[in-house]
């Protein structure tokens, strides 16, 4: 069975950071397409960033992009989300997602995570 199961979420104020992580078991991330989306009240699921099995592509949200970096560390077999220049509308419940897929379109990972809140104060 595979489980993600994502961490670091909390109250921050605008300005600062925050690291959320995803902890996999039951696969190997380094075979996996790792994603995180997030969902804030009354909205979509959105995509965030993603990450290749290999960690040699990324790709981002326009919307986040150049303050939040995707990264793994296989020999922990987690994924981190690392949140710099967190804004209010950075708000959302943030989701991990694991498959074998390497994109943007949310359907298309087999796995989620239970997600994890974040609350940006302004």
């Known amino acids: 069975q595979v489980r993600l199961v994502e961490s670091g979420g909390g109250l921050v104020q605008a300005g600062g950071s925050l690291r959320l992580s995803c902890a996999a078991s039951?696969?190997?991330?380094?075979?996996?397409?790792m994603g995180w989306f997030r969902q804030a009240p009354g909205k979509e699921r959105e995509f965030v960033a993603v990450i290749s099995g290999d960690g040699r592509s990324t790709d981002y949200a326009d919307s986040v992009k150049g303050r939040f970096t995707i990264s793994r560390d296989n020999a922990k077999n987690t994924v981190y989300l690392q949140m710099n220049s967190v804004r209010p509308e950075d708000t959302a419940v943030y989701y991990c997602a694991a498959g074998f897929y390497y994109g943007r379109i949310s359907n298309r990972y087999n796995y989620w995570g239970q997600g994890t809140q974040v609350t940006v104060s302004s």
């Open positions: 039951g696969l190997t991330i380094s075979s996996a397409g």
